[in-house]
Every structure is written in structure tokens, then in C-alpha cells.
């Protein structure tokens, strides 16, 4: 093995990869605490959206399901529209003085008049409804998994499907709740993960994963209980957005960091000519250790099966989840998103 390295160390140099950015130094994304407000503790927060000063909120549960337009600045509900017991409310967007809001399990997206808030008309799907948002162009969905649908706003029908990755190609599971934002690079998309104290950022052209917001000293402050979680993403304006989340007593203004992507080109084969690149080193030593790892796991892995023991793989990471998963399984028995 030690050879095996002394020989990579020699030929690595040929074949070594450079980035095309011309910054060398890390992106950092980062959630910066403007204010606190107050929010109604028994709203269950499905969908947040701001729209002409004033956020329109969905809030879920059988029995408890609403939407409602709500003073920011003060929490207070100005109106709101009590809806049927037998519909769970998911994420809403806005879309030519419409609100459209999904449903949980009835496969159906109401449609809403903002002006005084009555059903206008619906929409048909296959499959839950978790979040909602418009980009401009398209309407962008998702239903909990890691596949997002792309539909036309007018039809709802499906024009194509991505699949949320990270650079690694492992796949973003139980994406929820959804915000569009335009940036200098296009189309992107903020989104909350069901039960994990972040948001994350991707470009909805093709599912990569660009950003990664860590929020949880704020969900720390609210998160008394397993269905209390983060969920809720309003876009105020420029890089400031309204967050909460579900039976929180606070709703926040922050401002979010390097939202129009300082997107990195990353190759792993010839890219560039300019040897003299301090990105030479690191791309070097990062190629040396995924060979060196995978020689050590297949040696490691050789010496396991010779010996005819059984192998538990149940932690690998990598290891990914259907994208339709059994509802009791992705709510692990908890109260419904």
C-alpha cells in the first residue's frame, strides 16, 4: 500500500484537477439574526409567503387547517379562512393574485383569491403535497422525498422531475417546504428539511445542491417538541427572509448569506494548464485520499470475507432511502407534517 501511495505521489501531478473560480477561499452560508416577532404557537406552519408587506400563512392538521394573511411586524392575523376538517394544508405560493395551496394526502392544490380569500378553483396530483413555490416561470414542488416536480402554473401538470443531490451525488431526503428566489446565476431554491435544523439551497434546473444554512441556534429556542420543527421560509427582500416554524411563539427576520452562489466549478480531470495553482495541492491530496480509502476498504472488505464474517452495513452513510417512503416510517410514528 505504502508503494501504491509512493507511485500515486509521482503520477498524480499529471493528472491533477484545478478549479476554473478564481476564488480560493471557501463559501460560507450563514444565517444572520435581524429581529424576533411574535407567532401563533397553535399555528402548525405549513407555508410562508410575503406578498405585497403582508405574509400569507397555511397551517395544517385535520381539524385545525387555515389560511390566513398575518401583520409580520406584530404576529397578529389580520383574516383567515378556517378550511375542512378532512384537509391537511401543506405549502402555498403565489401566482397572478393567487394563493395555491397543496394538500397533504387529497391530491388536490386549491385555488385561492388573495383578495378575499375564497376557492376559485383546483388542481389534481399524484402523490402528497409538502411544498410549494413560483419561480417566475414555473411552479416547484415536492412531496417529502428528494425529487422535485417542475409544473406549469396554468395546468399543474408535470413538466419534469429533478432529484436533489449534493456533490457527492447522495440525494436530499424529506425536502419540504419551499421558497423560490431569483439570482444574478438564475433560478434557486430555499428549502427546509423535515425535522433537521437547517435550509438548504439548490438550483432547481437540475437538483445541485449548493448551499447549506445551518438554523439551529434559532430552531433551539422553539423546538419543545418532536412535530415543533423548523418550517417556513418567506422571502422579504434581497438577502432578508422571514423563518419560523411549526407551533413556534417567535417568527424571525434574517438575512442569508452568498444566496446568488459563488458556484464553484469542481473537476476531477484536465481543466486548466496553470500548473502554478495553489488549488494544485489540495486537489492532490484530496484525490490521494478517496484512492487511498478505497484501497483500504477493499482490502479491509477482503480480509472480512476470507475470515466468512457477516458484514453490517447498516450505518453507511451513503446508504440512501426510497424516494417514496411509508408515511408512518418518514413520520416515525410522530404527529402528521
Same mark, same amino acid.
Given at each position: 500500500?505504502?508503494?501504491?501511495?509512493?507511485?500515486?505521489?509521482?503520477?498524480?501531478?499529471?493528472?491533477?484537477?484545478?478549479?476554473?473560480?478564481?476564488?480560493?477561499?471557501?463559501?460560507?452560508?450563514?444565517?444572520?439574526?435581524?429581529?424576533?416577532?411574535?407567532?401563533?404557537?397553535?399555528?402548525?406552519?405549513?407555508?410562508?409567503?410575503?406578498?405585497?408587506?403582508?405574509?400569507?400563512?397555511?397551517?395544517?392538521?385535520?381539524?385545525?387547517?387555515?389560511?390566513?394573511?398575518?401583520?409580520?411586524?406584530?404576529?397578529?392575523?389580520?383574516?383567515?379562512?378556517?378550511?375542512?376538517?378532512?384537509?391537511?394544508?401543506?405549502? @402555498?405560493?403565489?401566482?397572478?393574485?393567487?394563493?395555491?395551496?397543496?394538500?397533504?394526502?387529497?391530491?388536490?392544490?386549491?385555488?385561492?383569491?388573495?383578495?378575499?380569500?375564497?376557492?376559485?378553483?383546483?388542481?389534481?396530483?399524484?402523490?402528497?403535497?409538502?411544498?410549494?413555490?413560483?419561480?417566475?416561470?414555473?411552479?416547484?414542488?415536492?412531496?417529502?422525498?428528494?425529487?422535485?416536480?417542475?409544473?406549469?402554473?396554468?395546468?399543474?401538470?408535470?413538466?419534469?422531475?429533478?432529484?436533489?443531490?449534493?456533490?457527492?451525488?447522495?440525494?436530499?431526503?424529506?425536502?419540504?417546504?419551499?421558497?423560490?428566489?431569483?439570482?444574478?446565476?438564475?433560478?434557486?431554491?430555499?428549502? $427546509?428539511?423535515?425535522?433537521?435544523?437547517? @435550509?438548504?439551497?439548490?438550483?432547481?434546473?437540475? &437538483?445541485?445542491?449548493?448551499?447549506?444554512?445551518?438554523?439551529?441556534?434559532?430552531?433551539?429556542?422553539?423546538?419543545?417538541?418532536?412535530?415543533?420543527?423548523?418550517?417556513?421560509?418567506?422571502?422579504?427582500?434581497?438577502?432578508?427572509?422571514?423563518?419560523?416554524?411549526?407551533?413556534?411563539?417567535?417568527?424571525?427576520?434574517?438575512?442569508?448569506? $452568498?444566496?446568488?452562489?459563488?458556484?464553484?466549478?469542481?473537476?476531477?480531470?484536465?481543466?486548466?494548464?496553470?500548473?502554478?495553482?495553489?488549488?494544485?495541492? @489540495?486537489?492532490?491530496?484530496?484525490?490521494?485520499?478517496?484512492?487511498?480509502?478505497?484501497?483500504?476498504?477493499?482490502?479491509?472488505?477482503?480480509?472480512?470475507?476470507?475470515? $466468512?464474517?457477516? @458484514?453490517?452495513?447498516?450505518?453507511?452513510?451513503?446508504?440512501?432511502?426510497?424516494?417514496?417512503?411509508?408515511?408512518?416510517?418518514?413520520?416515525? &410514528?410522530?404527529?402528521?407534517?
Amino acid at each position: 500500500m505504502l508503494a501504491s501511495l509512493i507511485f500515486l505521489t509521482v503520477l498524480l501531478p499529471i493528472f491533477h484537477a484545478e478549479s476554473t473560480s478564481n476564488s480560493d477561499t471557501s463559501v460560507e452560508y450563514e444565517i444572520i439574526l435581524l429581529s424576533e416577532h411574535y407567532h401563533d404557537n397553535e399555528a402548525f406552519t405549513q407555508g410562508l409567503e410575503m406578498y405585497n408587506g403582508s405574509i400569507y400563512e397555511s397551517t395544517g392538521l385535520y381539524g385545525s387547517s387555515s389560511l390566513r394573511e398575518v401583520d409580520p411586524w406584530s404576529g397578529q392575523v389580520i383574516r383567515s379562512v378556517a378550511l375542512n376538517d378532512t384537509i391537511f394544508s401543506e405549502g @402555498i405560493t403565489v401566482y397572478n393574485e393567487t394563493i395555491i395551496m397543496l394538500t397533504w394526502k387529497s391530491e388536490t392544490a386549491y385555488v385561492f383569491d388573495i383578495k378575499n380569500l375564497t376557492v376559485v378553483s383546483s388542481f389534481s396530483y399524484q402523490g402528497e403535497g409538502w411544498g410549494i413555490c413560483y419561480d417566475g416561470e414555473y411552479l416547484i414542488m415536492s412531496n417529502g422525498t428528494s425529487s422535485i416536480s417542475i409544473r406549469d402554473p396554468d395546468s399543474f401538470n408535470v413538466l419534469r422531475v429533478v432529484t436533489v443531490t449534493d456533490e457527492l451525488g447522495n440525494r436530499i431526503n424529506k425536502i419540504n417546504e419551499l421558497e423560490c428566489i431569483s439570482t444574478a446565476e438564475g433560478s434557486r431554491v430555499l428549502a $427546509n428539511i423535515w425535522q433537521d435544523d437547517r @435550509i438548504v439551497l439548490f438550483d432547481p434546473s437540475n &437538483g445541485t445542491l449548493l448551499g447549506d444554512f445551518d438554523a439551529s441556534s434559532i430552531s433551539e429556542k422553539n423546538s419543545d417538541g418532536i412535530n415543533n420543527v423548523l418550517n417556513g421560509i418567506a422571502h422579504h427582500n434581497s438577502s432578508e427572509f422571514w423563518i419560523t416554524g411549526k407551533n413556534w411563539s417567535s417568527m424571525y427576520l434574517v438575512s442569508m448569506t $452568498n444566496l446568488s452562489g459563488v458556484e464553484k466549478v469542481k473537476c476531477f480531470t484536465v481543466c486548466g494548464q496553470n500548473n502554478n495553482s495553489p488549488l494544485k495541492a @489540495i486537489s492532490l491530496v484530496l484525490l490521494m485520499t478517496v484512492i487511498f480509502s478505497i484501497s483500504f476498504l477493499y482490502l479491509d472488505q477482503k480480509t472480512r470475507n476470507e475470515k $466468512n464474517q457477516e @458484514i453490517d452495513e447498516s450505518n453507511n452513510r451513503h446508504d440512501e432511502l426510497p424516494d417514496v417512503m411509508p408515511a408512518s416510517q418518514r413520520r416515525g &410514528g410522530a404527529q402528521d407534517d
